[in-house]
């Protein structure tokens, strides 16, 4: 009799079905208020039937939209562009992640009343379809990018702003006739050379760039920035404007923007940005004309603290820095082949141009009074003439007096572990004047060669205007010694752990 009427009861869920029986298909939507992980203290603001937020300690908060189906709730965070799923407890009070990596378990703190929900996506638009809106992203053209960024959806804004610097950078390249079979002039090798030199010089700009100065937007690419991030006001939206702004030397409306991310994006970094700006009467940069004395302290940047001294010079981490004028510009040639850029304003202060930097205000605070002039290096630029891949070798290349072949044999030595190998053919292209080889050298230093600092000095005795003589300088030889014995000491300690080994275990 109990079987039949659980049979009974089953049938009564499958025709009628009763809201008992749907409890257990169906999960209480969530309930609006805060929700905490407690292992993460992230939190999570449902904020009405479609809008959430999810704080962690230190970031802006990320933008969410979620949807429930059945006992699932997937939340789309629209700051980054992906989705999580969240199975809900019936009560609607718990949401635990369904992905095990980083998993977090939200459970309801403190209940509100929702707000108004906004008005329902358009249908095609992104909002309406976030799922085929954020697998398109990676891929769309910039007229679909914008239109997604102004339904809202704070990654397409990003992406469409990344799409117009791209598109800058981007240059044609005529496929020549000979590289068609069809055509009658068809010949491979001819084929080959343009394709050759292209990708040799594709090769020497990533490099190049990697360190390079940022390239500003066009004047009419940055004009609608400003609006973009005042309609918006999300910190992800915002601070990627303030960026391309103050990139383009628009630092008047980069501090608006970095305003609006921290008040109505509340981000704490454009927080800061913003307040060590906000003294500041005018951002108008102004053109450099001699190198700034004395020392310069800033609240943000990499560097807290700039001394500048004679000759330009400025202590760093285990040796100096040598700054100079360039383009009005105040310049510090960095470790990694790039510069720290640097802006005159009134007031005898300075602003960070360049990545370390953006947003800084440098300030003067004492130092020394006076400064002896700064030297003037003769440097040549390493041409690119010896493009791979070719039918020529690099060592031929380097044969035939091409220094960019010498530089490159050197690299190719030095990555065989070859370092002795690599220090002459280093040494013609820092004796030639190119700085690159001269800092290479430094390289061919700091795995044992002790010489190096006595052959700068040698060119230098010779011409005092010599690059080798600002590498020498500038070069932290100690950090570069202590590297080195700090390898060398691991490597024993390598060896003795190995030697202590029984026979059969190494």
């Given at each position: 009799?109990?079987?039949?009427?659980?049979?009974?009861?089953?049938?009564?869920?499958?025709?009628?079905?009763?809201?008992?029986?749907?409890?257990?298909?169906?999960?209480?939507?969530?309930?609006?208020?805060?929700?905490?992980?407690?292992?993460?203290?992230?939190?999570?603001?449902?904020?009405?039937?479609?809008?959430?937020?999810?704080?962690?300690?230190?970031?802006?908060?990320?933008?969410?939209?979620?949807?429930?189906?059945?006992?699932?709730?997937?939340?789309?965070?629209?700051?980054?562009?992906?989705?999580?799923?969240?199975?809900?407890?019936?009560?609607?009070?718990?949401?635990?992640?369904?992905?095990?990596?980083?998993?977090?378990?939200?459970?309801?703190?403190?209940?509100?009343?929702?707000?108004?929900?906004?008005?329902?996506?358009?249908?095609?638009?992104?909002?309406?379809?976030?799922?085929?809106?954020?697998?398109?992203?990676?891929?769309?053209?910039?007229?679909?990018?914008?239109?997604?960024?102004?339904?809202?959806?704070?990654?397409?804004?990003?992406?469409?702003?990344?799409?117009?610097?791209?598109?800058?950078?981007?240059?044609?390249?005529?496929?020549?006739?000979?590289?068609?079979?069809?055509?009658?002039?068809?010949?491979?090798?001819?084929?080959?050379?343009?394709?050759?030199?292209?990708?040799?010089?594709?090769?020497?700009?990533?490099?190049?760039?990697?360190?390079?100065?940022?390239?500003?937007?066009?004047?009419?690419?940055?004009?609608?920035?400003p609006a973009l991030c005042a309609k918006h006001g999300s910190a992800k939206v915002c601070?990627?404007?303030?960026?391309?702004?103050?990139?383009?030397?628009?630092h008047a409306d980069a501090r608006t923007a970095l305003d609006t991310a921290c008040t109505?994006?509340?981000?704490?970094?454009?927080?800061?940005?913003?307040?060590?700006?906000?003294?500041?009467?005018?951002?108008?940069?102004?053109?450099?004309?001699?190198?700034?004395?004395?020392?310069?302290?800033?609240?943000?940047?990499?560097?807290?603290?700039?001394?500048?001294?004679?000759?330009?010079?400025?202590?760093?981490?285990?040796?100096?820095?040598?700054?100079?004028?360039?383009?009005?510009?105040?310049?510090?040639?960095?470790?990694?082949?790039?510069?720290?850029?640097?802006?005159?304003?009134?007031?005898?202060?300075?602003?960070?141009?360049?990545?370390?930097?953006?947003?800084?205000?440098?300030?003067?605070?004492?130092?020394?009074?006076?400064?002896?002039?700064?030297?003037?290096?003769?440097?040549?630029?390493?041409?690119?003439?010896?493009?791979?891949?070719?039918?020529?070798?690099?060592?031929?290349?380097?044969?035939?007096?091409?220094?960019?072949?010498?530089?490159?044999?050197g690299h190719q030595r030095a990555l065989a572990g070859d370092w002795a190998g690599a220090?002459?053919?280093?040494?013609?292209?820092?004796?030639?004047?190119?700085?690159?080889?001269?800092?290479?050298?430094?390289?061919?230093?700091?795995?044992?060669?002790?010489?190096?600092?006595?052959?700068?000095?040698?060119?230098?005795?010779?011409?005092?205007?010599?690059?080798?003589?600002?590498?020498?300088?500038?070069?932290?030889?100690?950090?570069?010694?202590?590297?080195?014995?700090?390898?060398?000491?691991?490597?024993?300690?390598?060896?003795?752990?190995?030697?202590?080994?029984?026979?059969?275990?190494?």
């Amino acid at each position: 009799m109990s079987k039949i009427l659980s049979v009974v009861r089953l049938l009564g869920c499958t025709l009628l079905a009763s809201s008992a029986c749907l409890s257990t298909a169906f999960a209480a939507p969530p309930t609006c208020g805060s929700y905490i992980d407690a292992d993460s203290g992230a939190r999570l603001e449902i904020d009405d039937g479609v809008r959430a937020r999810l704080l962690r300690e230190g970031s802006a908060p990320a933008t969410q939209h979620y949807r429930v189906t059945g006992k699932t709730l997937r939340l789309f965070d629209t700051d980054q562009g992906y989705a999580s799923d969240f199975a809900l407890s019936a009560d609607g009070r718990t949401m635990t992640e369904v992905e095990e990596s980083f998993r977090k378990t939200f459970v309801l703190a403190e209940a509100r009343s929702c707000g108004a929900a906004p008005p329902p996506a358009a249908p095609g638009s992104c909002r309406a379809d976030l799922d085929a809106c954020f697998a398109d992203i990676g891929h769309a053209s910039a007229d679909r990018l914008r239109a997604a960024c102004d339904d809202g959806v704070a990654i397409a804004c990003v992406r469409w702003i990344d799409a117009l610097r791209e598109a800058q950078d981007l240059e044609p390249f005529e496929r020549p006739a000979a590289c068609s079979e069809d055509d009658p002039s068809f010949s491979k090798d001819a084929c080959d050379r343009p394709a050759s030199a292209l990708l040799a010089r594709a090769l020497t700009e990533a490099v190049g760039s990697m360190y390079a100065d940022d390239k500003p937007l066009p004047a009419q690419a940055l004009a609608p920035l400003p609006a973009l991030c005042a309609k918006h006001g999300s910190a992800k939206v915002c601070n990627e404007v303030a960026e391309q702004l103050w990139i383009g030397g628009r630092h008047a409306d980069a501090r608006t923007a970095l305003d609006t991310a921290c008040t109505r994006g509340g981000d704490p970094e454009a927080c800061r940005h913003a307040s060590a700006l906000a003294g500041v009467a005018s951002l108008q940069p102004q053109r450099a004309e001699r190198l700034p004395c004395g020392r310069y302290v800033a609240a943000t940047g990499l560097m807290s603290e700039l001394d500048f001294g004679d000759r330009g010079l400025l202590p760093s981490l285990g040796g100096q820095l040598r700054a100079r004028i360039e383009d009005g510009q105040v310049r510090i040639r960095h470790d990694k082949g790039g510069d720290f850029v640097f802006a005159p304003i009134a007031g005898d202060a300075l602003i960070g141009i360049d990545s370390w930097n953006r947003y800084a205000v440098y300030t003067r605070d004492g130092g020394a009074a006076t400064c002896a002039a700064p030297m003037v290096y003769v440097e040549k630029p390493l041409v690119e003439d010896c493009p791979q891949p070719g039918s020529e070798s690099i060592a031929a290349c380097c044969a035939r007096g091409s220094l960019h072949g010498c530089n490159t044999l050197g690299h190719q030595r030095a990555l065989a572990g070859d370092w002795a190998g690599a220090k002459p053919e280093y040494l013609k292209v820092c004796t030639a004047g190119v700085r690159v080889g001269c800092e290479n050298l430094t390289r061919v230093f700091a795995h044992g060669d002790e010489s190096i600092p006595e052959l700068l000095d040698a060119l230098c005795a010779k011409d005092a205007t010599h690059v080798a003589c600002d590498v020498r300088d500038t070069t932290a030889w100690a950090s570069l010694a202590l590297s080195r014995a700090a390898d060398e000491l691991l490597k024993d300690l390598e060896r003795e752990a190995e030697a202590e080994l029984p026979a059969q275990a190494r």
